[in-house]
């Protein structure tokens, strides 16, 4: 199983895909069929795996940073991979030398912010945590990137289309309405269950959080070895503390008060614990508390679990005829709404900043780069056009999930896939699900300790938030 500590993250790690030698040999003699225009057969396309004139329609010079290096640092999940894949492009395209440095999700973290504090620009740009955006703002860290965004020299926006890229992940990666990030993948927090079990029972994906509740406790039959439902358990800012949030303000929580204080012990913040706390001790496995996603996925695919929440692109999980039982029996929904009448998905993703501590040419080449991997282009060839086995479901433009072929793969993980998904991107995520503030590293430790507390039964949930209110304050104070 996979190490938890390697996956710390809001975001999931995907499946190994295979390595750029070995793809070379594969399609070297096939024609790849994709978006007319935007992919080509080799025999005709200018690069290696996309049509690079597509790219040189923008109205900008992709080679003025030619013969600069630079290294950037990612996380070792599917999505990173077939960008690395592709990387051949970029250079054919721009004469930059681009390495990818895989780093596991529960490291790249304190490398960026180690990176970044002292100035070294040993990353140009890394996969970054959006939580982390406002710790490297205040710090003066990364750049802004509206005056690359605004000019015609670096971008040219009717190409590139910033605005196509997910108004949720834009906006979870800009502080006061200016851009740090730009997305690559991502994620929103979906319902899902077992679509042959619900059947059966005669029930129906989940309306509300009492309805998830009554649907666990009556699929639940741990005597058959089926648990009604699971969460996140696993102690982290990117674990247990990715799934309460969204639980917290569905319950009608507020992380500031009118003063601008943190408050983490409302009695909203109780109910939601309570309910939180409640569902997994009496209808989750034995030992949820120290399960993170891929723990979930497993079990859901090995039909152990009825229904759970949590990143839609598990489904590459639940999904794996290598290891799923349950294939043709999935079924998938939006968040349940809360007793707020709110459904709050988590908003998770990972972008691109530039490193501050950059010379201007390696600035200018990393810009490049960030523009050329969240591109339109680049999109399709590191999803549903890429020729191996493993297809992207984060694609961060809103114009990819609407093409036939990128549809055609993602229909195939089960019943409403797509329209949970993109309904969830489109009106359920809440760039505040989570306090966004400089000090999110030890606040959101701070929680994840609470929860997790309270979940095995070491406090209750009013005393667990109690002391991570006095906790809290005296991090703020200081």
Known sequence: ????????????????????????????????????????????????????????????????????????????????????????????????????????????????????????????????????????????????????????SLTDNDWFQYEDILAGWRGATSVDGIPYGIPYDGEATIQVYRKDVFDRLGLKAAETFDEFSSNAAAAHDPDNRLWGTALRGFRGAGQNMYIYPSIFKAFGGQWFDDSGKVVVNSPEAVAALQWYVSLLNNYAPPGVENWNWPDIADAFGQGT????????????????????????????????????????????????????????????????????????????????????????????????????????????????FIAAATTSFAEDTDVEWRPRLPQWPAVGDTMATAIQASLVGQASVVDALNEAQRKIDSILKG
Do not use: C
Not at 53 to 77: F, H, L, S, Y
């Open 1 to 152: 199983m996979t190490n938890r500590k390697d996956q710390e993250t809001g975001g999931h790690a995907a499946p190994r895909v295979t390595r750029r030698t070995a793809l070379k040999a594969a399609v070297s003699g096939a024609a790849l069929l994709a978006a007319p225009g935007i992919f080509a057969s080799r025999a005709h396309a200018d690069g290696e795996f996309m049509e690079l004139a597509t790219m040189r329609e923008a109205k900008i010079d992709w080679r003025q940073a030619a013969g600069a290096t630079i290294t950037v640092g990612v996380i070792p999940a599917g999505y990173f991979q077939n960008l690395d894949t592709v990387l051949p492009d970029f250079k054919e395209l721009t004469g930059i030398d681009v390495r990818l440095e895989m780093t596991p999700p529960g490291q790249i973290r304190q490398k960026a912010v180690l990176d970044l504090s002292s100035k070294t620009g040993t990353w140009a740009t890394h996969a970054a945590d959006p939580m982390f955006y406002d710790l490297y703002v205040i710090n003066g860290w990364v750049e802004p990137l509206d005056k690359y965004l605004s000019n015609a």
């Open 305 to 416: 679990v009825a229904s759970y929440i949590d990143a839609h692109g598990s489904a590459a999980v639940i999904t794996n005829p290598e290891k799923s039982k349950v294939i043709g029996k999935i079924g998938f929904a939006r968040w349940p709404k809360g007793p707020s009448g709110k459904r709050v998905t988590s908003i998770w993703n990972w972008s691109f900043p530039i490193n501050a501590a950059l010379s201007e040419k390696d600035k200018v080449a990393t810009w490049l780069f960030i523009q050329w991997a969240a591109s339109k282009e680049t999109q399709v060839a590191t999803s549903y056009a890429f020729p191996g086995a493993y297809k992207r479901t984060g694609a961060n433009r809103t114009s990819v999930w609407e093409l036939d072929e990128y549809r055609d793969v993602l229909g195939a993980a089960g019943d409403n």
